[in-house]
């Protein structure tokens, strides 16, 4: 679902397939209509944080809303770390650098050429880029230059961690974790990946005792009310951010963070890998919003079917 | 009826321009209370200079593809245009101070603000090409002899050059994207004007090199064609520079709709510094990182 020239019927068409569910999750606050936003910045926590019988954050419910849903460009620019704050001011949330924002000069669309070419600068505006060692600068250069044939998680292999982000879905009992990640097209094809995560204390599986898979052996712990899931045991045929050819090897090691407030949802993920990058390196925080329906399920997934990619004729891509 | 409309259409809609431009600060150029002779003599800003300022630094902006924004996906959202210009490389041939048939190559970004320049000079008779690698970040220089020298053990020289840490950095502040960002985080501090039928932008650049005034001609499509930088200190005479820039294109392979100039010429205080033609100009944010080398940080701290 990458080629140049298809995005944008390809993107059309899932949202018109979108559940109704979803398009709620885009109300700006619970109750009110749908409104149209001039900001990408993360949502402001309101309401108190539920806990569990056993003290902890209730983590559990459908999170994916205004920040962090995936399925537009303007949030993509939030996972990246440009946070347009209003119609005036724009800023890096990596460095806090500011951007110059104007208004737009016009309101027609913009064609679809143009739109990808856009989208694709936008997404790769961010500061924060994880550090390679220098013999792997120009492969990382080459392999995002050339998504569109290098992506392993073309032809709807599962994004893995951390690339796929927070999950949409977290289930919470004292012991273990339910996460779902639905599958997607459109802008990022992937396929529905779900994890089990223990958290009763248990130590992880020695590495070399590990078959690498797309989402790791994940354990995880409490310090204090931020829940850390911390995994290893990866298979190397992922990239672990949503764009820049940021490869990885099978001794990679990943943290990721969950951290509560109100209906908010903050995550991160440390990714640790001295075979290939200088320094680990830590995601830009991306906030989800809590579904405001406490009815809300996900409904099923549209299967994942790759039909561009023998049709690709540039390398433009997202 | 439309006649008695569109001027106050167009106040406010100036009005509003200006009050978003202005002021805009960007983290690689700060502010600064030192007054530069440009804007010394630029009359105190009223909102009509404001307005006019807002305009044409948008169309500077405009005319080189930087402002962008896209609706892919965007569902109720409606984001405003943004600077889209970070990272981008550079590769061209031609004559690099004295020497002919150069290969050139420039790795920049500007958040935050580096640049790594390598040049492959033509062998002489007998002899092997010379090959230098310059790169500055921020308050930090230093010449590798290999990409990426001095951040593994074993793997290259890092040697610090702090000495040339302005004149290089000014070489990211002259390019055609450097000066529409700089002007706009100048602020009220630049100054538009009109010198023999063209529009001329005047600034202080800010930090390490507040003591440089840019002087940037625009071409009727609104493209940077010359640069002009001064300085205060007589001494830094490598920071008087003059550039030209011609051919516009999108020169990627992946085209990004950033245009880019196909022909540069600078003189460094008067000297002939560059003739270049740009073979190629990835302009789509690619993957560069400047990361500092512990040696290097530790000789700046030292004042080395």
């Known amino acids: ?318 | 009826m439309r006649a008695q409309i569109m001027p106050s259409k167009i106040w406010m809609l100036a009005a509003m321009l200006a009050a978003m431009l202005t002021p805009m600060s960007h983290s690689a150029v700060a502010q600064t209370d030192k007054s530069k002779p440009a804007s010394e003599t630029a009359p105190a800003a009223a909102s009509g200079d404001a307005a006019n300022r807002t305009k044409v630094l948008r169309a500077a902006a405009d005319a080189l593809g930087m402002v962008r924004w896209s609706d892919i996906g965007a569902g109720p959202i409606h984001l405003p245009g943004i600077d889209a210009v970070n990272t981008m490389e550079i590769r061209a041939t031609g004559t690099v101070g004295q020497s002919a048939d150069a290969e050139y190559h420039v790795a920049l970004a500007y958040n935050p603000p580096a640049m790594r320049v390598e040049i492959t000079r033509k062998a002489a008779a007998g002899g092997a090409p010379q090959h230098t690698i310059q790169t500055v970040r921020e308050k930090y220089a230093w010449n590798e002899s290999e990409i990426g020298a001095g951040l593994e053990p074993g793997k290259g020289t890092a040697t610090p050059a702090i000495a040339d840490q302005k004149e290089r950095l000014l070489q990211l502040w002259i390019l055609p994207y450097g000066v529409v960002k700089a002007a706009i985080a100048a602020g009220d501090k630049t100054a538009v004007s009109t010198e023999n039928g063209a529009t001329v932008i005047t600034f202080p650049l800010s930090g390490s090199l507040a003591d440089v005034s840019v002087k940037a001609t625009l071409d009727s499509k609104s493209l940077v064609a010359k640069v002009e930088t001064r300085s205060d200190n007589a001494a830094l005479t490598n920071l008087v520079t003059e550039t030209e820039y011609s051919d516009y294109a999108d020169h990627g392979e992946l085209l990004t709709d950033i245009k880019s100039p196909g022909h540069i010429v600078e003189k460094k205080a008067g000297r002939p510094a560059l003739d270049i033609r740009v073979k190629m100009v990835d302009a789509n944010n690619p993957y560069l990182v400047f990361p500092i080398p512990a040696n290097v940080k530790a000789a700046s701290a030292a004042g080395k």
């Open chain 1, 1 to 318: 679902m990458r080629s140049h020239g298809h995005h944008f019927l390809a993107v059309a068409a899932v949202l018109c397939l979108l559940p109704p569910a979803l398009f709620a999750q885009i109300v700006a606050e619970p109750g009110h209509a749908l409104v149209a936003r001039t900001v990408n910045s993360a949502p402001t926590p309101s309401g108190a944080t539920p806990r569990t019988p056993d003290g902890h954050p209730d983590l559990s419910g459908v999170w994916n809303a205004l920040g962090d849903d995936l399925t537009g460009v303007p949030n993509q620019m939030a996972n990246d770390g440009i946070s347009i704050d209003s119609a005036t001011s724009s800023h890096d949330v990596f460095n806090g650098a500011k951007i110059a924002t104007f208004p737009r000069n016009t309101n027609r669309g913009l064609d679809t050429e143009k739109a990808e070419r856009a989208a694709s600068l936008l997404r790769r505006l961010g500061a924060n880029r994880p550090i390679y060692k220098p013999e792997y600068w120009e492969m990382v250069k080459n392999l995002d230059e050339n998504a569109n044939e290098e992506d392993p998680s073309n032809n709807c292999l599962p994004s893995g961690i951390p690339r796929a982000g927070y999950p949409s879905y977290i289930g919470q009992t004292a012991s273990y974790f339910i996460f779902i990640y639905p599958g997607q097209g459109g802008l990022i094809a992937t396929q529905t990946m779900y994890r089990m995560v223990p958290a009763d204390g248990r130590k992880h599986t020695p590495l070399q005792d590990l078959d690498g898979t797309y989402t790791g052996e994940a354990i995880a712990h409490w310090d204090g009310d931020t829940l850390v899931v911390d995994s290893w045991g990866f298979d190397a045929n992922t990239w672990f951010d949503q764009i820049g050819g940021y490869f990885h090897s099978e001794n990679m090691h990943v943290i990721e963070r969950f951290h509560r407030d109100g209906n908010t949802l903050t995550w991160t993920a440390t990714v640790e890998d001295p075979d290939v990058l200088l320094e680990p390196w830590t995601s830009t925080p991306r906030v989800a919003l809590l579904n405001p329906d406490p009815h809300a399920i996900l409904l099923e997934s549209q299967p994942c079917s790759e039909r561009d990619l023998g049709h690709i004729v540039t390398k433009e891509h997202h």
